[in-house]
Structure formats: structure tokens, C-alpha cells
């Protein structure tokens, strides 16, 4: 008990500083699974978001914080707060699992947790806190009355383990209130540049044949992820028959998305793809048209005069063939 108290007063007096310039609608969620007993993933991960941005990322196999803000000497304590927080979470996580298994009959279930803060545009705050067990049963942390909420009733004996920890709901209620915000605000002041930075979008048409033509719009490596990308047809948004991977992230930290629009294969219509972004001054279009009919007439021409020339050398060929042979035979009979 002595340590999980020390561990809340460090938390507790630890210094955040904020930034000055802190604006806009932002968050800090952190993700943690505790699997023990598994063989292909750490007993414990986490990994911290700000909106889409991962801050830091850690596990037990390595035991070691990596993040893109690791080399800003003034985080030295918030690596410090989380390393401490990891060892309060992994004792509590295991008392869970024993009470669990003895009154649940839960054999080496997965635990989760989801909990984070948001501050928006106007200044306000909302909070999350949410315990899983093997993505099955979801409890969420009352922030007034510090007991842990379900709408599952087979989760009765799982929620009085919860309610029992008194002294690490606690901890998550004093973290929600006093904490998040300060560490979301100096986890913003080094990854502002990144989070705020555009990127613009580039844009590929590609079609493809068969019994269904099918146009296809590759948009990809823009940032932020907010974008629009529509098919048009003659100028109109074209809604029937498209479908779209959804966002998708890029190594680089950029975004793609693909959409797909079907349509009709001996179609005429004129279409464009439609990208707005805020990295665009105005919206970008890619347009695609269909092969014109004189363009096919004309190849189709050429095609057959290759065809009728060829023709016409192999039957003379094929005639100085026949008219060699004639003259062999005739001199063989003179011999």
C-alpha cells in the first residue's frame, strides 16, 4: 500500500507545464492491454494518442517509452509518471484477474483500458474512462459517484471487484480531473507542428475493364485526415454504385482513401474526381473520359489494314514458294 501511495503522491505533485498557445479542439486517450500468459504479445502495451498523433508507445518486453518527443528533456517527468503508473496498473490489473477467477470463473481473460480527456474549441473538458474484459464486458468510471458503470447484469461480480479498488479509482478520478488536461496541453506543446501541418493530397484515376467498368480515385499522403473525395458525373455528384475503403493510414503519417465508382461499360458520360482539402486553396479534379468513338474507328481501321497487307505478303510468299518448286521439278526432269 505504501508504494501505490507513494505512487499517488508522485503523480500528484509532479509539475506540467502548459502551453501558452493552446487552442483549438484537441485529446489525449491512452490505450493499455494486459494480456499475461500470452505467447505472441507483451504481457503489457500502451501507447498514448493526441487526436491522431501516437505520443508514446511501450511494453514489457522492451520496458522502454519510444516517442517521436523523447529527446525534450522537460518530459523527463512525465516518463517518470508513466513508468509508475505501469507498475500501479499491473498490480491492480493482476489482483483483478485472481478475484476474477475465483468468483467468475474468468481464466486468463485480456484486460483493456480506454481513458483520456478532450478540451474544445470553447474551453470545455470531457473525460472517458473504460475497462474491458476480452472485448466482452465494458465498465465505465462514474467520475461522481467513483463506481464503475455496465449494462450488462452478468458483470455483477466483475463490477464489485472494480468498486473494491478504491485507491485506484481513485487515482483514475484525481488522473481524468487534475492530470489529463496539463498532459494533454504539454504533449501539444511538442507535437503541435506535426498535428497542425497540411499536406497535400495527390490524386490518380485509374480504370479497369470487365464485365463491370470501374473507375477507380486514389487519393493519398495528405494530413490532416479531414477530406472529401466524391465521383461526378457531367459535372454532378455521381452517388450510386461508389464505395470507399475509408481513411486509411500511410507509414509517414499521411492518410489515403480510395473510392471506386461503377459503371455502365459502353458508357459516354464524362467523370471527375472530386477532392477537397484544407491543404487546397480550391477543389482538385481528376478527370477521366472515355476512349472517343473516332479514335476507335480509326484503330480499328488501322487494324484491319495491317491485317489485309499481311494477308496479301503471305499469299505471295506463299506463290514464290509454289512457283520455286515448279522450276526444281523442271530441271530435274531435263537432268
Request: aromatic content about 12%; glycine content about 6%.
Amino acid at each position: 500500500m505504501k508504494r501505490l501511495m507513494g505512487y499517488i503522491l508522485l503523480s500528484w505533485f509532479l509539475a506540467v507545464t502548459e502551453a501558452d498557445d493552446f487552442s483549438g479542439d484537441h485529446s489525449l486517450t491512452i490505450f493499455v492491454t494486459f494480456a499475461p500468459g500470452h505467447a505472441y504479445i507483451p504481457e503489457y502495451m500502451s501507447h498514448g494518442m493526441l487526436n491522431d498523433l501516437k505520443v508514446f508507445h511501450y511494453d514489457s518486453s522492451s520496458r522502454m517509452f519510444s516517442s517521436p518527443m523523447k529527446h525534450h528533456t522537460s518530459l523527463s517527468s512525465v516518463w517518470t509518471d508513466l513508468h509508475a503508473c505501469t507498475a500501479f496498473k499491473t498490480e491492480y490489473f493482476r489482483r483483478f484477474l485472481n478475484d476474477a477467477n475465483s468468483t467468475s470463473g474468468l481464466n486468463g481473460p485480456i484486460l483493456q483500458l480506454m481513458y483520456g480527456c478532450r478540451v474544445t474549441d470553447e474551453g470545455k473538458q470531457a473525460n472517458i474512462y473504460r475497462f474491458s474484459v476480452d472485448g466482452r464486458y465494458t465498465f465505465t468510471l462514474d467520475e461522481e459517484g467513483m463506481r464503475w458503470k455496465t449494462w450488462d447484469t452478468y458483470t455483477a461480480n466483475l463490477k464489485k471487484i472494480l468498486d473494491s479498488f478504491q485507491t485506484w479509482n481513485l487515482n483514475n478520478l484525481k488522473y481524468l480531473k487534475q492530470d489529463c488536461v496539463p498532459r494533454l496541453k504539454k504533449f501539444y506543446e511538442y507535437g503541435k507542428e506535426i498535428i497542425h501541418r497540411k499536406e497535400r493530397p495527390s490524386v490518380t484515376v485509374q480504370a479497369k475493364s470487365g464485365t463491370v467498368a470501374v473507375l477507380l480515385c486514389v487519393v493519398t499522403g495528405f494530413y490532416p485526415r479531414e477530406v472529401s473525395v466524391r465521383w461526378e458525373r457531367d459535372g454532378k455528384p455521381a452517388s450510386a454504385n461508389v464505395t470507399s475503403t475509408g481513411l486509411l493510414p500511410n507509414p509517414d503519417l499521411t492518410y489515403q482513401v480510395r473510392v471506386r465508382l461503377e459503371m455502365p461499360p459502353t458508357g459516354r458520360d464524362r467523370y471527375s474526381c472530386r477532392v477537397d482539402h484544407s491543404s487546397l486553396v480550391e477543389p482538385l479534379y481528376v478527370h477521366w473520359e472515355p476512349p472517343s468513338a473516332g479514335l476507335i474507328s480509326r484503330r480499328a481501321g488501322s487494324v484491319a489494314v495491317c491485317g489485309l497487307v499481311a494477308l496479301l505478303f503471305l499469299m505471295v510468299l506463299l506463290c514464290l514458294l509454289g512457283r520455286c518448286k515448279q522450276v526444281e521439278a523442271a530441271h530435274g526432269e531435263q537432268r
